[in-house]
């Protein structure tokens, strides 16, 4: 499992659409069958699960699991078929 951590990244812009340009991102690095564990800091994306998974979906990645801990949220992708 490859992993991407982006907990420190300050960004300038929109959060949205740096998460949305790195999950692309990560889709076009990745092979099929890999699985990415992407990390996050809650207080700079504060999304839900349903606008994680869409994020995901439009970037033709696969999210397999979303976790929540101390702040941090951890988003499982996977590239999709």
Sequence with gaps: ???????????GGDPFNFLLSTIKSIGI????GDTVKLMIMEEKFKYT???????AKYSK???TN???ENGEIYLFLS???
């Design 1 to 11: 499992m490859l992993e991407e951590d982006y907990r420190t990244v300050s960004c």
């Design 29 to 32: 690095e990745i092979g099929s």
């Design 79 to 81: 590239k999709s078929p």
């Design 61 to 63: 990645m696969e999210l």
């Design 49 to 55: 699960d349903e606008i994680f998974k869409k994020i």
């Design 66 to 68: 979303i976790v929540r």
